[in-house]
């Protein structure tokens, strides 16, 4: 007698278990790896090198050294603390290097961004249309 036909519950047990386990279902906690990131933000149609260093839960966006990236946020940036819940992260600004009116409000780096991390490279956004802010970054 074939062995499977004697534990017939196993087996059942067994298929539902791999039918009923999604990916999409299992809580992976999402961890930016401290360090130096850059890339680019893409607001308002314009490409703007960024550069941010993560470490724990805090952040601080960093000027370039030269205009050989293309645009600069500088001085529009800034530092603070962030968190990661279910795909998205939220920015929590506790210092303006500048006075918060020279610049225009939305492209500090605040509020909620749905979130990828893949390896080591990180890709945020927020809004749609022309108010989307996406930021693409690398470890370097």
């Keep these: 007698m074939n062995n499977l ?3 017939p519950e196993l087996i059942i047990i067994t298929i539902v278990l791999l ?9 992976v906690e999402l961890i930016i790896p401290d360090g130096y990131y850059e890339g680019y933000c893409a607001y308002s149609g ?14 601080k966006e960093v000027p370039s050294g030269g205009l050989q990236m293309g645009l600069q ?23 303006y290097p500048v006075p918060n009116t020279l610049c225009d ?34 470890l370097q």
């Design 5 to 7: 036909s004697r534990y």
């Design 19 to 27: 039918i009923g386990c999604n990916k999409e279902d299992i809580n």
């Design 46 to 59: 314009d490409t703007i090198w960024e550069a941010i260093i993560f470490k724990a839960d805090t952040f």
């Design 73 to 95: 946020k500088y001085p529009c940036i800034v530092e603070g603390i962030y968190n990661i819940q279910n795909k998205n992260i939220n920015f929590y600004v506790l210092e």
């Design 105 to 138: 409000s939305n492209i500090f780096l605040s509020g909620d961004y749905s979130i990828i991390i893949s390896n080591k490279e990180i890709t945020f956004w927020k809004g749609e249309g022309i108010s989307k802010h996406t930021y693409n970054l690398k």
